[in-house]
């Protein structure tokens, strides 16, 4: 089973409107941490938020918001107030147990923002 | 502060040939890692340093790819024997390491070296 599943490989969004990412993630160890990754056309790979399997409270940095549902094993990321430059590709990953540091990644999601 | 620098940016090689990638990581960071983006793909897990030690190197696609890192710093992946499939941007990574139960070490990405074999 894949380990971290992104159902959409694109998405479009008006500017300035809100959009969901979708991550849905595989894991039968008790702690783990969630990231979201932006990849521009110029191929960096920059980190934009992370979720601990422990944390209560869902994940704020700036526009972006981790909306974590435990149960569900899901970690969908909501960007507001889209901008031009968030078109790019996102990669949500997972990193299993405390002591294992390896990312396993999800295929991506491309997401054009439109003007 | 200087981030994580790959080298060569891009390398174009023939079938059969060798080749080597280097990473040079934030400057104190003793995590490092390798990773492949096949294209269109998201990343693959290859090798982990901690230190100077490879831990995990479940990732490695087969003995033709090794890796090593000296003085805790600069890493250098090896591809023996290119073939055609081993064409994808190879990225490199680095995090500081804490000890510290459920705490995150973000990975901080090089720019990627391009390889294409012909």
């Given at each position: 089973a894949q380990k971290i599943t992104q159902t959409q490989p694109g998405m479009f969004v008006q500017e300035?409107?809100?959009?969901?990412?979708?991550?849905?993630?595989?894991?039968?160890?008790?702690?783990?941490?969630?990231?979201?990754?932006?990849?521009?056309?110029?191929?960096e790979m920059i980190f934009l938020i992370y979720q601990g399997s422990y944390d209560q409270q869902n994940?704020?940095?700036?526009?972006?918001s981790l909306n974590f549902q435990k149960a569900r094993k899901s970690a969908n990321l909501v960007i507001s107030a889209s901008q031009l430059g968030d078109s790019a590709m996102y990669f949500c990953a997972m990193r299993e147990g405390d002591s294992n540091y390896k990312l396993t990644f999800g295929k991506g999601t491309l997401l054009t923002v439109n003007p | 502060g200087a981030g994580v620098s790959q080298s060569p940016s891009n390398k174009v090689t023939e079938k059969g040939k060798d080749v080597e990638l280097r990473c040079d990581p934030i400057s104190g960071h003793t995590a490092?890692?390798?990773?492949?983006?096949r294209l269109g793909q998201g990343l693959e897990f290859l090798i982990y340093f901690q230190g100077n030690s490879a831990p995990d190197k479940s990732g490695l696609p087969s003995?033709?790819?090794?890796?090593?890192?000296?003085?805790?710093s600069?890493?250098?992946?090896?591809?023996?024997?290119?073939?055609?499939e081993d064409s994808a941007v190879y990225l490199c990574?680095?995090?500081?390491?804490?000890?510290?139960?459920?705490s995150y070490n973000e990975q901080f990405f090089g720019p990627g070296t391009r390889l294409t074999v012909l």
């Open positions: 300035k409107e809100a959009v969901t990412l979708d991550c849905t993630y595989d894991t039968s160890d008790p702690s783990y941490g969630l990231f979201w990754y932006k990849q521009p056309s110029s191929g994940a704020t940095e700036g526009r972006y | 490092l890692y390798w990773y492949r983006q003995d033709r790819f090794s890796a090593e890192r000296t003085g805790e600069v890493s250098t992946l090896t591809i023996q024997r290119t073939q055609q990574a680095s995090s500081l390491v804490s000890i510290a139960d459920s």
